[in-house]
């Protein structure tokens, strides 16, 4: 017990720059707030520094956006940066250690510290990200076998991810991008590496964290890949899994790469197929003989492996899908901005192919139009990539053309984008019901439904596996599957009884807090350093 106190002394007197962000956001004081709302949602983060002839006079935080702009309901464009952010500012020398910044984040009863050097600015930190990065080295030190009781850097394990990634334009990169950068900003492990899965013929611009890219059509792709791994200095490997991504007979050709690989793997599932075709079952089997641990996001998966695929539920972990962590804003505050104004507003995004159902929800509007004439549904994201090879525009048009066939040109707008995050978060912001008519119930786990969750949206969905979570905790509302008529009764429900709608927003956003990245990626951390046995 005396070591394990000493030790956590230790921890206490580390340096303030040893648990920060570096080089912050920063905004100066004629800036309008909304600039400020853009790169908190882009760069995922609570607040940005204002400054003044390169100096930092003062914070902004999603407090102060609350309290000083949105429930007067300020105008975003026209409010400035210095009529908002708190002063004077607090900040503390880098070199100060932790104690005397958590003790003086709680005299000024602050969650935020800008931490300067010779009164320069270098970085920002919350009473959070000391508490966990302090916990993190707690929780993975090994206080008997080190005598050292600052913690040892050579007990911080790599991380493989084998995955798509940005730039290439899909859920799963988008998806693991955000897992690394969550885990990432914890400080608790070595940087990652980044093996990325390229489609046939497709080359990327990828940032230096990928090492290695993977040719999907090509097996010796995956079996030089596993060398690389094995000749590395990984520790344990995270596959994302998701039917498509790999290359072979229903992506076979990650076993090859399993098979050759001799690190321990957890991998995340992204789909579990309830009556799955008998190669399919076979491959999924494989990949999870040959996994230690395996990752689902809706909790039912852990009961279909153990029933349908024969896996023991003691390997199978449910780690929920990661949401930003955004401010909870009503739709009216928003919308002048995006020229949405007196619009009731509708939205589903993601990238479009035939497995979304949109066509059920295009055809649901007459029936809303009739109870609110200024009904606008917007279908965000383009064709998915793969889709588009394959066939072109051809759902896109199809949609065009049930529009056209049901008079709704008005009431129908498609942004055709890849958006980046923070429009992609303004829209949903803007939004007043998001619809999920998802047609199948094998999806075990959902990008869209978490984005619109963590902006407290109220939520359509038919009761896919993920979402039928999040209906049985009172968090949407139910739709029946590839049923037009039973979205329009939802919608008109909504439209009619506000303050269900209204309950069904605060649901959703508290429901959403247990599942923001920094959450999911410290689960992650764990179960990672739990294979490891370390």
Partial sequence: MREIISYLAELLRLPVHTNLRLTPPTVSLLDPVSTVVDMMIEEDIGAVVAMEE??????????????????????FEKTLVKDVMSKPLIAIEAERPIKEALELMRKHNIKRLVVTKDDALIGLTTERRLLEVAHARYMVKDYYMVKSPIFDELRKIRVAYVSTYPP???????????????????????????????????????????????DREQVESYIEAAEYINDSDTDIVNIQHEFGLFGGVWGEYIVTFLERLEKPVITTLHTVLLDPPPDARMVLKRILQHSDYVIVMARVGIQILEQLYETFADKVRYIPHGCPNVPFIRSETIKSRLGLKDRVVLSTFGLLSRGKGIEYAIKALPKIVEEEPGILYLIIGETHPEVRKHEGETYRKRLFDIVESLG????????????????????LQATDTYIIPYPN??????????YALSTGKAIVSTPFLHAKEVIHEGCAMECEFKNPSSIADCITMLLQYDDIK????????????????????????????????M
């Fill in 54 to 75: 390169n100096r930092p006079v003062g914070i902004i935080t999603e407090k102060d956006v609350l309290e000083r702009i949105i429930k007067p309901q300020k105008d």
């Fill in 168 to 214: 290439r334009e899909c859920g799963i990169a988008t998806y693991t991008k955000d897992l690394v950068d969550a885990i990432s900003n914890l400080y608790v492990l070595k940087p990652p590496v980044i093996l990325a899965i390229n489609d046939k013929g497709g080359y990327y611009n990828y940032a230096h964290l990928v090492k290695f890219q993977i």
């Fill in 408 to 427: 709704l040109e008005k009431n129908v707008r498609f942004i055709n984008h890849f958006l980046p995050k923070n429009e992609l978060i303004r829209y």
């Fill in 441 to 450: 119930e094998e999806q075990i786990s959902s990008g869209t439904l978490l």
């Fill in 502 to 533: 209204r309950r069904l927003e605060e649901r959703a956003y508290e429901y959403s807090r247990g599942m923001i990245w920094p959450n999911v990626a410290m689960k992650y951390v764990n179960l990672l350093y739990k294979a490891l046995r």
